[in-house]
């Protein structure tokens, strides 16, 4: 059993911020079917297509048939704890300074053994749950957890090194005004996050939910307009040092494509809002969340983007505004590389229309703005890096792997 | 005129006998603009980015660029801004009349009126009021709207509501008569826009706009320091950016005061 942990205290201002470290990086690219399946919270293991055993590490051919044919499918989790080992003084920098570090031996029902990072719940012979999890290198690791709930589960330090609970942390919620963004302030509240900023643009323009957010402890209203430089470079200076999640919650739906809008004011304003507000706001967070990686208990520890799913296909109708999600998606994978010495993961959530006034005659499914809460919660507390959420963002991902050119004729409708 | 009274009035406001009160809030990303349902165009909002200061960027010299819709902080409103006076000659800020950039103003001051009700409108019966006291409102004379609203906060300045914006301004009736039966050049208001929050309800909608441009009239808003004015007598300096074919433009608007 663990202790829950303490509210971390403020800091000492005589001692130096330590600086991230990082666990080792290196990877065979067949590995990376893992670092996929960390990526979407899944477990898969690679199956042999011709005699159907499990193999782990990442093979280039069956160990018990020498076939080739290996593919990564979802794969049963439970296992059982064969050995287990602490690590005191380990020779890599990242865990030496986590020392000391328990790792274990757990022999999986479906077959293969699998060196694992340990929950300290776990004990020797009992039967744990194995999952693949993104460490502060971005890497995927295997990870084994006790079967069941005990108690402070989430707090196990090892377990939080792989994950960006908002519990103790503070967070930057961009916009406020959006529905997203208010349920997702509602919700990291009850996640246990110390303060959740909410950004508000143009505070001379009252907006639904407004009172809400309001004088509520915890929640504190910041002028942010993502798309203004000075603006955001105002906030951060003021908070950057203290925001250890950032929650983009632009939202700027418009409809229409290129044909049928005239001239590009509306495009301009979908790219400053969505594209050049996303720079702005990296520039300005981005370094110093890198910077504090490592920083305890409230280390900064993510970076979540609200994505359209059509960031992947476009979707004519909304045309424009399916490349300026684009522009987003790639703009991520890069943000994602630059925070990656931190430690600081980027989550991408991408959505099928959501539930709000833009989509208005679009029929349902719609996502409501508080399953979209609720997946930032699960996904930052899992440390995933890629979620579809609703039945049109996962229907679009499939179809994509199955045939992209037919997703491009059907959503020309 | 003798080129000697020129020089006396640059001596004059060299030496502070003529005050120059800037009547301009500053340009800047923050200040409320017009809002419109967002379905329709939107102005872009006033956005300054650094270009380099005395960095990598460029290690001597500090400058930004700007971007802003026409009708972004004190403004200026053309003629060819209203379906009115779309047809007008000469109607734009870069071929509207130059001579027409400088000429004295009227201050009517209702900032009693304002401060009891947002609403506010301005009537003729007020202006014959204020013309019975300070007398008749000479033709080609800026009529300035005096509310104190350039003093709120801006939440208040904007003062939106779930029913549109509160804000005074002009009825229909006295826009239509300053046209017509005074001759002014142009109106001016320390709001938003020259016509009331609630203007688009009036009869025509928007009758500053309508009045004023259908006559190949202008328009000053975000307007400040009009208390530093007096009724009759300032003469305003209002040049627009030269924007082809522009509609209207931020600018820099001062009043020339005499100080005794």
Known sequence: MIDPIEPPRRKNPLLRTRLPASPPRARSRTSHGFTRAAAEGRFMLQRCEACGAFA?????????????????????????????????????????????????????????????????????????????????????????????????MADDRQWREMTADPKFRRVLVTNGRSLIGQEAVAALKAAGAKTVFVGVAEPWRPFAGEQLLRGQQGIELVTLDASDEKSVTDLAADIGGKVDILVNTTE?????????????????????????????????FGPAMRMRGADGVNSSAAWVNILSVHALANWPAFGAYSASQAACLSLSHCLRAELRPGGVKVLNLFTGPVDNEWFQTVPPPKVAPRAVAQAIMSGLRGGLEEMYVGDVAEEIRQRLAANPKAVERELDK | ??????????????????????????????????????????????????????????????????????????????????????????????????????????????????????????????????????????????????????????????????????????????????????????????????????????????????????????????????????????????????????????????ALVSAN
């Open chain 1, 56 to 152: 782990y590490p990442a093979r280039e051919a069956c160990p018990a048939c020498l076939s080739v044919d290996l593919a990564f499918v979802d794969a049963p989790r439970r296992g059982a704890l064969l050995a287990e080992t602490t690590a005191r003084v380990p020779s890599d920098v990242y865990f030496r300074e986590r020392a000391p570090w328990r790792i274990g031996l757990v022999k999986m029902d479906c077959g293969p053994t699998m060196v694992a990072h340990l929950h300290a719940d776990c004990v020797e012979g009992a039967p744990v749950l194995m999952s693949f999890q993104l460490d502060k290198s971005g890497q995927a690791v295997a990870f084994a957890r006790p079967e069941g709930e005990t108690p402070n």
């Open chain 1, 252 to 284: 700027y739906v418009r409809p229409g494509g290129l044909l049928d809008r005239r001239g590009t004011s509306i495009a301009r304003d979908e790219i400053d809002q969505a594209y050049l507000g996303f720079i702005n706001l990296a520039q300005a």
């Open chain 2, 1 to 254: 005129m003798q080129s000697k009274n020129l020089l006396e009035l640059a001596g004059a406001v060299s030496s502070g006998a003529v005050r120059v009160v800037d009547l301009t809030f500053t340009l800047s990303p923050d200040f409320p603009v017009i809002v419109l349902p967002p379905e329709f165009g939107q102005a872009a909002p006033v956005r300054i980015q650094e270009i380099s200061r005395y960095d990598g960027r460029g290690p001597a010299w500090y400058w930004n660029n700007v971007t802003f819709g026409e009708h972004t902080g004190t403004h200026f409103d053309a003629p060819i801004h209203w379906f009115t006076g779309k047809d007008l000659p000469n109607n734009s800020v870069d071929t509207m009349p130059a001579k027409d950039m400088i000429a004295p103003a009227c201050v009517i001051d209702c900032s009693a009126g304002a401060a009891q009700d947002p609403d506010f409108l301005l009537t003729v019966p007020l202006v014959e009021a204020w013309e019975a006291k300070h007398g008749r409102i000479p033709e080609r004379h800026w009529v300035l709207l005096r509310t104190d609203w350039s003093k709120k906060g801006w939440r208040d300045y904007a003062n939106l509501r779930d029913d549109g914006a509160h804000t005074p301004g002009p009825n229909a009736a006295v826009m239509k008569w300053l046209v017509e039966q005074r001759g002014i050049i142009g109106f001016g208001t320390e709001t938003i826009g020259t016509d009331a929050g609630q203007a688009g309800h009036f009869e025509p909608p928007y009758p500053a706009h309508h009045f004023l441009h259908g006559a190949g009239r202008y328009g000053l808003q975000c307007l400040c320091n009009l208390d530093e004015l007096p009724a009759t007598g300032a003469v305003i300096v209002a040049s627009p950016l030269k924007i082809q074919n522009g509609s209207g433009s931020p600018l820099r608007v001062i």
